[in-house]
Structure formats: structure tokens, C-alpha cells
């Protein structure tokens, strides 16, 4: 800040400001810190997932012509395989680890008071995240993203009233065209970055102002006994550290395993048998397929579609339930709670692979 | 052909040497470095009058020798049984080649061990000098096994001035030729600083189990010159890495650059994609070390130690296949292929036929092979040829594979295998499938029946031949 380049530019921006709080930020350090970097991790993929969706930006034709510019993307245009593989295998990335910041969130009790809405926005961010990657998924409008989209836009379908109604307005039409490809990009490439980074941002500044959290058997220290690292250089280097391992496991993926490109869509061809959704809507897709087994008709489905969403209600309210920083039977009711939602999502997931046809594995 | 065949169902063969040489490089790598590591880190402690490196010394060199003399030396001998397994014809040629080589490794190998053993034993028991003496000692043998099995590593894909004499029974006459080949010395510079680089990388991950609270000081200046030992390698590997591709033949560099524009050939473009993890962990893992331990020495974990080890195995692990797959279609390059036949005999097998040449197939099936083809006897070929890259529903899988084809698309993909043509894409990474027409019918019907469940076009016929029998098979190799 001594140079005359810096207090110029300091006068204009003020950004001495921000050192400042960077510099005095403290970071908890204990034997759990290490889930304090998936945050980290899950804004790393979020940004490779900007940068590379911007490339494939530059090739890709929504519309008719999807399948066509994803095939030249994949087979002809120098490491265009490589983009569309890092943009893909990133942005299932970054949902997985927004689904280990999730939990590690939930079962540290993060979410506690004055936390609550770093607890909200942050499933809100997951929540969009999730719809990035349904819209992102038809793109290609290879067959099996063809069929499992049709599939996904039948399950709104069965909702009274207005389920028809809304299933039609994200299709374009009573079937999946063009027009429905049109759409689902602007969502993807529109609407969604749209909401998403002001919450992005709001979960960021969240954090600024509260800092992170603490587990109860640190809060239980006397305060001399507890360690914390620097915010900035020190917890700011790891988190690189991190991030450059997050970078070389994101390569190792998109390049040993390229994201496959199926057979053109067919909407006359019959259905593949693997159909199926990505790995982060199999549990609730098997739990619909569940109840739609058990009850017979569309009641069986929309009861699914029902339960699935009363859990995460009660998910997102957890709160309220268990909101002080002490051990009570409603922060053991939370911990158990945690822990069966933990078991049915890996249990149905695990399940709805197995029973998948054998040309999915 | 000479040899029975070695089926790994799912996994395939390749891929059980695959995981033992990974483990092996990891370790034996460090056994080199780490040579240097312990008598540099003794020597400096020393100098500086720092003796309270020594205890955690002795525990790191304790360390050492129980994961190179133990993990190292049995994944070493497990390559061994692998290679002899999955290509007993590569193998035959090294021994036949190298068993001098061998035997000085082997020797060389002994005098390691008993030394890395008597480093460990004789801390605080000797005085310093001769103690430093038997670290100096030790590190020069251990970079003397580098010296002699780069060579024969090298070999195989730059065989050099041997190759003319390649066949010709006087092959161990050109030893060094064969030894020194052309990739010998860039890989010799490139494997030594991989050493250098793994033994500052296992003794972070070592050091970062001291307690920064309680040593603080101790733990700083320990993993920082763990650290340091990284640099030579993020600096010279490029040099010495483009010196090694400079050396390799330009029809084995020309598969690096199948993978840029496309995947649509499948496992062709592997060299490429490994290339990358190669390059982008290799680019990386110097700023991994200086984030984490060089920034924050006191604080490093051993989960931050670990995540730079695994960084250390990725690069080791795509390196090494990104060597494998430069080699194909060959074991030895120019002189034997991948499915272990060699170059000279392809013309042979194919007018006498592959079958009747291997002691491993029954008499009365080669009768068989003259003249009616069969899916049974396709599967011989299978095992024969096949099976040492390929698996039927696991990696390569032959079913995913030829899936979608009926028997005269196989039948046309086996043709083309079969005639070689140097414009074939296959041909710059298939060997040649060789045999007479009723065996490659054979093993047409064997992988039409086993990809869709039936044969799915008309089986061929051929005459009878009447002089075949089995005393008349001619046995190629004896």
C-alpha cells in the first residue's frame, strides 16, 4: 500500500479495505477443518464451469442443429472433447462437493443461529445447481438425454392442475423439440446464472460476516485453547493448494473418462432400456419409481413427488428445530435426521443402479 | 505361442502389471531419492550442528526401509511373475538379452538392502563419518538399479543398434547397444528427478506428522527442505522430457496427436488424454508443495502430505501408461508385437497357421484347424491373440467393442487386421492378427457368437486338407 500505484488506486477503489478484513479474518483451526476447503472446492468447479461453458458457447447451435454442433464440439474441433468433457465432468463435481459441503454443514451444525441463511441460500445455490445440470443435460439432445428429459418433464406432469400446464411451457409443446432445446438453453445459459450468482454472492458475504463455524467440542475450549489460522495468506494459500488438486482430479476425469456423445435423438426410435437420470435426481427418481409401484395410477407418483418434497422442507427448516449452540435431544433428533436422509439418498441411489438394464453399466 | 495363455477376466492382464509397476515406481523411486535424502539430510545436520534432526531421522530412515526393502522389493518381484504371465515371449527376450544385466541388478540389489538395513541399525551406534559413509555408499547403489533397469525399460521402445541383429542368435553379442539405446540417458535424467522429487515428497508426508506446536522450529526447516527437493524436477523435466520425445521413433510420436481433435477412436486417443494428466500434474504439483508446505510448513497435515503424494501417484501412473501405450503395437518396438509374435514370423504363421504352431494346443484340434473352422477353436485364437490387450466384458471389452456388428462387419474388422496395410488406423496400434483363413473364420465365428449370442452370418467353408495331421503340424518354435 506504499507504492504510489497503490494508493492510487486505493484512493479510486478502495480496496484497502478488503485486506484488511482479509488480513484480520481468523480461520478456526482443529481435527475438522478439513471440511472447511469444500465450499472452497465447489466454487472451483463452479468457475471452471463458467469458463469452459463459455468456450463451448462459441460452437454450440441450440435448437435444431444441437446435436450436430455437440458432434463436431466432440469429434472435430481441436480438445473441443475436452472442453465439453471439463465443463461436464465439472459441473458433476461441483454438485458432488456441494453435496459433501451439505452434509459436513449439517452434521457440524453449522446452520445454527445467526447462520440460518448461509443454511438457506446455500441449499437454494444447490437447488439451482441441480436444475443447471436437468437443463445442461439435454443440450447434446443425444437419445439418452432425449428420453431421460422426457421422462423428467413427465414427473411435474402428474401434479393436479397445474402440472400439465407447466410441464408444456418448459417443453414448448406436447413433446420435446427444438423448441424445448431453445429453452432449456436460455434457462442454462440465462435465467439460471441470472439467479444464481446474486446468491452465490449472498452466501459469500454470509460468510464474510459471520466466519466460519466452529464444531461444539471446539465452542466447549476455553477461548486461549483455541487455534485459528489467518484468513489471508495462510488458510487463502491451502485453499489454492486445494483447488489445484480439485484441478488435477477434474483432469484426470475429463480426460481418462471423456463424456461420452450418444446416437442422434429419435423420438421414433423406442426408448433406450439404460434410461436413466444423472446420479443426483436417481434417488429421488427411484423413489417415485417406488411409489409408483406401490400405488397404482398417477396417485402413486405424485405421492413420491410428495413425500420427496415434505423431507426437504423439513431439510431446509432444520434451523428452527435445532437452533442453539447446545447439546439437547433436538440437536440429537437433527444429527439422526441427518443421518437417515444420508442413508435413503445412498441406499436408493445404489439401488436405482442396480436394478438399471446392463447396457448402463 | 510358445507359452500358455494367462486369463484376468474383467481386469485383463495388463492392468494387474498396471497396478503392481504404479506401486512399484511410487516406492522403488523413493528408495533411489530418498538414497540421496538421508545421507544429504545427516550431512547437513550435521554441518549445522542441528542434532535434534537425528532422532527424526533415524525414524524417517526406519520408514524407508520397511517400504522399499519390504514393499518395494515384494511389488518388484511381483512385476516379475506379472510380466512373465501376461507376455512370456517380452519377457524370453529380455532374459535372453539382459541376463547379465539382471544378474548385476540383482547383486546390486542385495548390497542395497544390506545397507539400507545396516543405515537403519547403526544410527548413534557408529560414529557420524562412517554412519554418513554407509548413507553415501547406500545412495550409490540404489541409483546404480536405476542405471541398469532404464535400460532394458528404454529398450523396449528404442531398441537402437540392436535391432538389425534382432533374430539373428547373436543378440547378447550387442548388450550395450541394446543397454545404451537411444531413449537411455533423457530417461535416466527424467527418472532421476522423479527419485528426487519422490523422496522430498515422502518425507513431507513423514515430517508432517511432527507436532508444530510442540516442534515448531524443527518441523519448519525439515519441511522445507522436503519441499526443496521438488524444484530440480519442475525445473529440468521438461528438457529432459522433450529430449526423451525427440528420441522416441516419429511413427510412435505421431499417436500423441490422435487424441487433440476428437475421442471418436476410443482407447487410440489414450496416449493423448494421459498426456495431459501427465502435463497438468507434473505443472501443478510444485505450487501443491509450495501452498502447502513451503507457505505453512508448521501446519501441514498429513491428510495436505498425502494430497501431494497422490498428486506424486497420478503423475507416475499416467506417465508410465503414456510410455506403455507410446510402445504399441509392439512389446520390443520393430522386432515383437503386443500379442507376442514376432515381426519375422508373421508370414510363416500365416501359411502354416498360428494354432498348429503353439505346443499348447491339442493335436486333434489342429487337425481340426486345417480345414474346419470352429468357434471353439476361435476361442484359441482369442486367448492366443487377443487376450493380452483385450478382455471380453471388462477393460477393452470385445463386446462393447464390436457391439452393433454382425458377423461380416467382425469379419471385415478382422481382415483388416489380418492384411496390416501401413494406411490402416489400426495397424499403428494393433500387432497383425496372423493365421491361415480357416483360423481367422474360427475366431470371426468365436467373437460373433459371443457378441450377439449367435452367428449372425454364413459360416465359410473350405476344403478338407487331406496331408494335414498332427505329426505333420509343424512346430514352428521348438
Known amino acids: ?361 | 505361442m510358445n507359452y500358455p495363455v494367462w486369463d484376468v477376466p474383467f481386469l485383463g492382464s495388463g492392468w494387474v502389471i498396471g497396478i503392481i509397476a504404479i506401486i512399484h515406481v511410487l516406492i522403488s523411486h523413493f528408495a533411489v531419492g530418498g538414497g540421496l535424502f538421508l545421507p544429504m539430510a545427516e550431512a547437513k545436520a550435521i554441518r549445522e550442528g542441528r542434532r535434534d534432526w537425528f532422532p527424526r531421522l533415524e525414524a524417517f530412515s526406519k520408514f524407508f526401509l520397511v517400504l522399499t526393502g519390504v514393499f518395494g522389493a515384494m511389488t518388484g518381484v511381483g512385476i516379475w511373475f506379472a510380466i512373465g504371465l501376461a507376455s512370456p515371449e517380452g519377457t524370453s527376450t529380455l532374459i535372453h538379452n539382459f541376463v547379465f544385466a539382471w544378474a548385476t541388478e540383482w547383486v546390486v540389489f542385495l548390497v542395497e538392502l544390506t545397507l539400507a538395513a545396516a543405515y537403519y541399525y547403526t544410527w548413534n551406534r557408529i560414529p557420524d563419518k562412517i554412519h554418513l559413509r554407509l548413507g553415501w555408499a547406500y545412495a550409490g547403489t540404489s541409483w546404480l538399479t536405476l542405471v541398469i533397469i532404464n535400460g532394458i525399460l528404454t529398450f523396449q521402445l528404442t531398441p537402437g543398434a540392436w535391432l538389425p541383429h534382432a533374430g539373428s542368435g547373436n543378440e547378447p553379442f550387442y548388450f550395450f547397444q541394446a543397454l545404451l539405446n537411444p531413449g537411455y540417458f533423457p530417461s535416466l535424467g527424467l527418472r532421476t528427478l522423479a527419485c528426487l522429487s519422490l523422496a522430498g515428497i515422502w518425507a513431507m508426508v513423514f515430517f508432517s506428522g511432527i507436532d508444530g506446536d510442540a516442534d515448531g522450529p524443527l518441523k519448519e526447516r525439515l519441511v522445507r527442505w522436503s519441499a526443496r527437493w521438488v524444484v530440480p524436477a519442475y525445473i529440468l523435466m521438461p528438457v529432459f522430457f522433450v529430449w526423451y520425445l525427440f528420441t522416441v521413433p516419429e511413427s510412435h510420436r505421431a499417436l500423441m496427436s490422435l487424441g487433440i481433435s476428437t475421442i471418436g477412436a476410443g482407447a487410440f486417443t489414450m496416449v493423448t488424454r494421459m498426456s495431459l494428466v501427465t502435463v497438468m500434474t507434473s505443472a501443478t504439483m510444485a505450487g501443491v508443495v509450495f501452498f502447502f508446505a513451503w507457505l505453512s510448513p508448521r501446519t501441514l497435515s498429513r491428510s495436505q502430505a498425502l494430497g501431494v503424494l497422490f498428486l506424486a501417484l497420478m503423475a507416475t501412473g499416467s506417465t508410465e501408461s503414456v510410455r506403455e501405450f507410446l510402445r504399441k503395437p509392439f512389446v520390443v518396438n520393430g522386432y515383437l508385437y503386443s500379442n507376442g509374435v514376432h515381426i519375422g514370423d508373421v508370414d510363416h504363421l500365416n501359411a502354416k497357421g498360428y494354432l498348429a504352431s503353439s505346443p499348447w494346443v491339442p493335436a486333434a484340434t489342429i487337425a481340426t484347424a486345417t480345414s474346419l473352422p470352429t468357434p471353439e477353436l476361435g476361442e484359441r485364437m482369442f486367448q492366443g491373440q487377443c487376450l493380452a490387450c483385450h478382455t471380453l466384458d471388462g477393460y477393452r471389452s470385445l463386446r462393447r467393442l464390436l457391439s452393433d456388428r454382425d458377423g461380416k462387419a467382425i469379419g471385415n474388422i478382422l481382415t483388416m487386421l489380418h492384411d496390416h496395410k501401413p494406411d490402416s488406423p489400426y495397424s499403428k496400434f494393433m500387432p497383425p492378427l496372423v493365421g491361415t483363413p480357416v483360423e481367422i473364420e474360427a475366431l470371426r465365428q468365436y467373437l460373433d457368437r459371443t457378441v450377439n449370442g449367435k452367428l449372425t452370418s454364413p459360416v465359410a467353408v473350405f476344403p478338407p486338407v487331406v496331408s494335414a495331421s498332427p505329426a505333420d503340424s509343424a512346430r514352428h518354435k521348438g
Not at chain 1, 9 to 27: F, N, P, Q
Not at chain 1, 96 to 115: C, E, I, Q
Not at chain 1, 137 to 152: C, H
Open chain 1, 1 to 361: 500500500m506504499h507504492s504510489p500505484v497503490a494508493r492510487w488506486l486505493d484512493e479510486r477503489l478502495g480496496y484497502s479495505a478488503l485486506v484488511e478484513l482479509a488480513t484480520h479474518k481468523r480461520v478456526p483451526e482443529h481435527k475438522y477443518s478439513f471440511w472447511y476447503y469444500w465450499g472452497g472446492i465447489t466454487l472451483f468447479f463452479f468457475t471452471v464451469m463458467c469458463f469452459t461453458g463459455v468456450l463451448l458457447l462459441l460452437y454450440y447451435r441450440p435448437g435444431d442443429e444441437a446435436y450436430q454442433s455437440v458432434r463436431s464440439i466432440t469429434y472435430d474441433i481441436q480438445f473441443g472433447w475436452l472442453i465439453r468433457s471439463t465443463h461436464s465432468w465439472s459441473a458433476n463435481l461441483m454438485i458432488g462437493s456441494a453435496f459433501v459441503h451439505m452434509f459436513s454443514t449439517y452434521f457440524l451444525k453449522a446452520y445454527r443461529r445467526p447462520r440460518e441463511f448461509l443454511w438457506f441460500s446455500g441449499i437454494v445455490l444447490l437447488l439451482l445447481a441441480m436444475v443447471f445440470g436437468f437443463s445442461g443435460y439435454l443440450l447434446p439432445m443425444d437419445d439418452l438425454s432425449y428420453f431421460a428429459t422426457k421422462v423428467g418433464l413427465g414427473i411435474p406432469a402428474v401434479v393436479p392442475v397445474v402440472g400439465p400446464w407447466f410441464s408444456n411451457l418448459v417443453r414448448g409443446g406436447p413433446d420435446i423439440s427444438g423448441f424445448t432445446v431453445s429453452r432449456f438453453f436460455a434457462l442454462h445459459v440465462v435465467v439460471l446464472p441470472a439467479l444464481f450468482i446474486p446468491v452465490l454472492l449472498l452466501h459469500l458475504g454470509l460468510i464474510q460476516k459471520h466466519g466460519m463455524s466452529s464444531p461444539q467440542s471446539e465452542l466447549d475450549k476455553p477461548e486461549n485453547k483455541r487455534k485459528t489460522i489467518p484468513f489471508f495468506p495462510n488458510f487463502a494459500m491451502k485453499d489454492l493448494a486445494v483447488w489445484l488438486i480439485a484441478l488435477n482430479v477434474l483432469a484426470f476425469c475429463a480426460a481418462v473418462f471423456p463424456w461420452p456423445l450418444g446416437p442422434a435423438a429419435d423420438a421414433l426410435k423406442p426408448a433406450p432400456m439404460d434410461i436413466h437420470p444423472e446420479w443426483y435426481f436417481m434417488s429421488s427418481f427411484e423413489v417415485l419409481k417406488l411409489f409408483g409401484k406401490w400405488i397404482p395410477g398417477e396417485f402413486g407418483e405424485f405421492a413420491g413427488l410428495g413425500l420427496f418434497n415434505l423431507g426437504l422442507v423439513l431439510w431446509v427448516l432444520v434451523p428452527f428445530f435445532d437452533p442453539e449452540r447446545r447439546a439437547g435431544a433436538w440437536a440429537r433428533r437433527a444429527t439422526w435426521f441427518g443421518l437417515v436422509v444420508v442413508g435413503i439418498l445412498l441406499f436408493t441411489t445404489i439401488w436405482g443402479y442396480a436394478v438399471l438394464p446392463a447396457a448402463a453399466h
